[in-house]
RNA sequence: GCCGCGGUAGUAUAGCCCGGCCAAGUAUGCGGGCCUUUCGAGCCCGUGACCCGGGUUCAAAUCCCGGCCGCGGCACCA
C-alpha cells in the first residue's frame, strides 16, 4: 500500500487520527498569563540596560513580552533603562543596536521610552513619597547603615520630620552633597526576615562631571536605582505584566514596599530561570573584557552568544523565537544544547538553502575521456523552485577539484562518482597526490548506484571562487580555506547555502572576488 | 552565613495548582532500517526520565515532612 493510499484509507476509517497530528504540530504554546481579566489591556515592557546590546538571554524577555503582547491583543513597552552613568554606563551605540536587534527578531513595539530623560518624574515622585513619609534622606556612612539594618534598627537620619527630609532632598538635588555623602532610602519594615530588602535605597549620587552620561551628559547628579526607577515607571506606564529573570525576585519584593506607600497597586510579575547556550559565551561583562583585549570581532564575533552573532552565523530569527518559545517561561535554569539549536534551525533552512559544491584543500583531478561539456545541475534535490545552475567545464581533457579528503576516497576504492557528472577510476598521482588523473567510466547514475560509489562534489579547475569559511571551535575560530563554484557569488551576502556534503554557511562578504561564510552548522 | 526559588530521559519541555485517564507525552540526541546523485532533509522502528527517604491515601511525578543537590538575592548595578 503506498503512503497515499494509507493516508486515504486513515481519512475514510479513522479520520480522527489525522486530526491529532495536526494539533501536535502547532509547537509549543506559552502557558497563560494570570489574572488577565483584571486588566483592560495586557500591557508588557522590555527594558534593557543600554550597556551592552541584545544576546540569547536577554531575547528571552523581549520575546515573550512580545508574544504575549500579541496575544492578548495588548500593547509592548520598549525602555531603556539607563540610570547609572558610573557602574554599567550605557553604550552610546546600544540604544540603536538593541533597536536593531529587535527588529531583526521580528519584534514590534508600540512606545519607546528612555529613562535618563525622566528624571523630573523620578524626582517629583521621590517629593511625593517623603511628603507621605515613605522616605528619607540617610546621611550615614554605608558600614554605619549596616550595622543599623543588621541589627534591625532604625538609623537617626529616619526619624527627621517630613520637613527635614524635604529640605535635606532639596540639598541633594543642588548638589549640597557628594557622591556618597546621602542617599534617598524606602522605608520598609526594620526586621523584614530578608535583610537586603529593609530600607532599600532608591536615590543616589553621582558626580557626572567625572562620568558623564552618554545622553544627558553632567545635568543630574542625583540618579534613580533600578529599583525605583523600574518600579514608577511600570505603574505611570500602565504595565500590566512584568516578565524578568528570577534575579529580580527580591526587587519585587523590594518593589511592592514602594507601590504600598504611594497606594499603588502592583502589576503581575513572573519570573524565569537563567538561559545559557552551549558552546556560546553570554555574559556581557566578559564580552566586553574579551572585545577589550583584542582579537575579538566585535559583538558579532560568532564565539559570542549575541543576536548579532548568532545571525551572523546563520541562525533565523525564527529559530531563535522558536527556541525560546520552547523552554517557556520556567523557574529553573535551562541550557539550550547546541545540537537543539541547530536542529530548529536547519528544519527551517533546509528546504529553501541552496546547494553549492565546495571542496577544501582542493586537489587537481584531470579526467582522461571526458570532453569539454555542460552540467545542469538542480539548486535543491526536492524544492524545485529554486531552479538550476549550469556548470561550463571548459578545459581538454576536462579538469576539476576534488577535497584532498575526497582524494584519499578516490586512491583507496579506485572509483567515485563526480556528482551530477561522472564516474571515474583511478590512473596515476603524483607523490603529494595533489594532481591524480583518472579515466571517465561513464556519465550514468546506475553504474554508481550498482557499485555504491561514493558521490562527492567538485569544482571545475577553470571556474571557480575563492572561499574562507570561518568556524567557531571551542573558544578559536577554525579558518576553511577552499574552492566554490562560480555561482555562489551570485547568491550574494546574507544568503544561507548548504555546501554539499560540508555543511550549511552563510555568506557573509564577497570582497575582491573571495568570499568570507561564516559555519553555521551540519 | 542569612533570605528566597527550584529539582521529569544526554539536552529542552508537557503533566504537578484541581492525586487515579501517566506501566509519564513531545522535540532534539543516540541505535537500527527505508528513501535519496550530499556526511543534509524526509519516513519508519527502537532507546532512554519522575533527586533520595519517610508520611497521608484504596491510589502520589502530583499533597505533607526531612535530607541532598542546583540556582538566585544579600550593591549608593541593572
Known amino acids: 500500500m503506498s503512503l497515499n493510499e494509507q493516508i486515504e484509507l486513515l481519512r475514510s476509517r479513522w479520520p480522527e487520527l489525522l486530526e491529532e497530528r495536526r494539533e501536535i504540530a502547532k509547537g509549543p504554546e506559552l502557558p497563560p498569563l494570570p489574572n488577565v481579566d483584571k486588566y483592560k489591556v495586557v500591557k508588557t515592557r522590555f527594558a534593557p540596560n543600554p ?34 552613568p558610573r557602574i554599567k554606563r550605557p553604550l552610546p551605540e546600544a540604544y540603536k543596536a538593541i533597536k536593531e536587534d529587535l527588529r531583526w527578531l521580528g519584534i514590534k513595539w508600540d512606545e519607546e521610552y528612555i529613562q535618563s530623560l525622566r528624571m523630573k518624574i523620578y524626582y517629583s515622585i521621590a517629593r511625593e513619597l517623603i511628603e507621605k513619609g515613605g522616605a528619607y534622606v540617610d546621611l550615614c556612612s554605608p558600614n554605619e547603615f549596616r550595622k543599623y539594618r543588621d541589627e534591625g534598627r532604625a538609623c537617626p537620619h529616619r526619624e527627621k520630620s ?20 546621602a542617599v534617598l532610602r524606602i522605608k520598609t519594615p ?4 530578608d535583610p537586603s530588602v529593609r530600607e532599600w535605597v532608591a536615590f543616589r549620587i553621582i558626580d557626572t562631571s567625572k562620568t558623564p552620561h552618554p545622553i544627558v551628559g553632567d545635568k543630574y547628579i542625583v540618579w534613580p536605582t533600578y529599583n525605583f526607577a523600574a518600579a514608577v515607571d511600570d505603574h505611570l506606564m500602565g504595565v500590566t505584566h512584568i516578565l524578568r529573570a528570577k534575579e529580580h525576585q527580591t526587587n519585587t519584593i523590594k518593589q511592592k514596599f514602594l ?14 530561570g537563567r538561559l ?3 558552546g556560546f559565551m553570554l555574559s556581557k561583562s566578559k564580552m566586553r573584557e574579551l572585545m577589550e583585549r583584542g582579537d575579538y570581532e566585535g559583538y558579532s564575533d560568532p564565539r559570542f552568544g549575541t543576536l548579532s552573532a548568532l545571525r551572523r552565523r546563520g541562525f533565523l530569527a525564527e529559530t531563535i523565537h522558536k527556541i525560546i518559545l520552547d523552554v517557556g517561561v520556567k523557574h529553573t535554569d535551562a541550557t539550550i544544547s547546541f545540537e537543539n539549536l541547530a ?16 571542496v577544501d584543500n582542493p586537489v587537481i583531478v584531470e579526467i582522461e575521456g571526458l570532453d569539454p561539456t555542460t552540467v545542469e545541475m538542480p539548486l535543491h534535490p526536492s524544492n524545485k523552485e529554486l531552479g538550476t545552475r549550469v556548470i561550463e567545464l571548459k578545459s581538454k581533457p576536462v579538469k576539476v577539484f576534488i577535497s584532498a579528503k575526497d582524494s584519499k576516497i578516490l586512491l ?4 567515485v562518482r563526480l556528482m551530477e557528472l561522472a564516474n571515474v577510476r583511478l590512473l596515476e598521482h603524483n607523490v603529494d597526490a595533489k594532481r591524480i588523473k583518472v579515466e571517465l567510466i561513464s556519465r550514468d547514475l546506475d553504474y554508481a548506484r550498482n557499485r555504491k560509489l561514493q558521490i562527492i562534489q567538485w569544482v571545475p579547475y577553470d571556474s571557480n571562487v575563492q572561499v574562507t569559511i570561518k568556524k567557531p571551535v571551542e573558544d578559536k575560530i577554525e579558518l576553511i580555506n ?8 551570485n547568491i550574494g551576502v546574507d544568503k544561507i547555502v548548504q555546501f554539499i556534503r560540508v555543511g550549511f554557511v552563510r555568506i557573509d562578504s564577497i570582497i575582491d572576488g573571495k568570499i568570507i561564510a561564516y559555519y553555521t552548522h551540519d
Not at 482 to 489: F, I, R, T
Request: aromatic share 14%; charged share 30%; hydrophobic share 40%.
Open 51 to 84: 550597556d551592552f546590546v541584545l544576546h540569547l538571554g536577554s531575547a528571552r524577555p523581549a520575546i515573550l513580552c512580545y508574544e504575549y503582547a500579541k496575544r492578548y491583543k495588548g500593547k509592548m513597552i520598549l525602555r531603556f533603562e539607563d540610570t547609572d
Open 162 to 181: 517630613i520637613e527635614e527630609q524635604l529640605e535635606l532632598w532639596d540639598k541633594m538635588i543642588e548638589g549640597y552633597f557628594s557622591e556618597g555623602e
Open 190 to 193: 526594620l526586621d523584614y526576615p
Open 259 to 272: 507601590y504600598k506607600h504611594l497606594g499603588w497597586e502592583y502589576p503581575e510579575a513572573i519570573h524565569f
Open 276 to 278: 545559557r547556550l552551549e
Open 343 to 358: 536542529a530548529i534551525n536547519r528544519k527551517i533552512v533546509d528546504p529553501i538553502a541552496p546547494r553549492i559544491m565546495f
Open 412 to 415: 583507496n576504492k579506485g572509483e
Open 482 to 489: 577552499g574552492l566554490a563554484e562560480q555561482y555562489v557569488a
